[in-house]
């Protein structure tokens, strides 16, 4: 079955200490792989994206994430976090020919100062 | 560019009521999603129209929920009658449409809140 599992609901980080947040997946084809983070109230904005090539892939506010096929993980990492990061990060997987996304559940990031 | 319009923002109705939620999506995207998104869950896919067609509707509950894409541009959904557990945003999300990178890049509107007494 395709699935997403984000294995940590909740996580706080000291801000300026680096954060890593997991994602593994389960998907039958060659996967499209995406980070979305979600602020409260707000819809989900799109911080990165992997479709192939380069495994480590850069996106917005100084977010990262590698794509670890043997162990089909995609964990988003940043070197230094911001109390403005505090929000709601999801992982999603979709296919290449234009199928929808399947989400994981989420982790709540906060910041303590 | 404009981003995915939705509206209402927020609305709450009495169970078995009825509900609608329209969305605009971004202009020239062909793929149009809706997602319900349950408190403390991710996004789960009701909906996936192809121009005005519809591609995926298998999670859609059919029985209460109905979805239309006139004319390829804006969506409705519509909740009719209305239970507890319909308590969820709604989000709209538009792509440009199969074929090349751009297709499985989703953009989402702010969603619609609802909640049912």
């Known amino acids: 079955a395709q699935s997403v599992t984000q294995p940590d609901i909740h996580i706080t980080v000291s801000e300026g200490a680096s954060l890593e947040l997991r994602c593994n997946y389960s998907?039958?084809?060659?996967?499209?792989l995406f980070w979305y983070v979600q602020s409260p109230g707000q819809g989900l904005q799109l911080l990165l994206k992997?479709?192939?090539?380069?495994?480590l892939v850069q996106g917005i506010k100084g977010f990262e994430a590698e794509f670890k096929r043997s162990q089909s993980s995609f964990n988003l990492r940043k070197p230094s976090v911001h109390w403005s990061d505090a929000a709601e990060y999801f992982c999603?997987?979709?296919?290449?020919?234009?199928?929808?996304?399947?989400f994981g559940k989420g982790t709540t990031l906060s910041v303590s100062s | 560019e404009a981003g995915v319009a939705q509206s209402p923002r927020y609305k709450i109705i009495e169970k078995r009521q009825s509900v609608a939620f329209w969305c605009n999506p971004i202009?020239?995207?062909?793929?149009l999603y809706w997602y319900q998104q349950i408190l403390g869950q991710g996004p789960k896919l009701l909906i996936q129209?192809?121009?005005?067609?519809?591609?995926?509707d298998s999670q859609l509950p059919k029985d209460r929920f109905s979805a239309e894409r006139l004319k390829g541009v804006d969506s409705t959904l519509k909740i009719q009658p209305a239970k507890l557990e319909d308590s969820a945003v709604y989000l709209c999300?538009?792509?440009?449409?199969?074929?090349?990178?751009?297709?499985?890049?989703?953009?989402f509107g702010a969603g619609s809140r609802l909640t049912v007494l």
């Open positions: 202009s020239g995207h062909a793929t």
């Open positions: 129209f192809q121009n005005n067609g519809v591609v995926d």
């Open positions: 998907y039958g084809a060659t996967p499209y």
């Open positions: 999300a538009s792509s440009l449409g199969p074929g090349g990178s751009g297709a499985n890049v989703l953009t």
């Open positions: 992997y479709f192939s090539g380069d495994t």
């Open positions: 999603a997987v979709g296919g290449s020919a234009g199928t929808a996304l399947i």
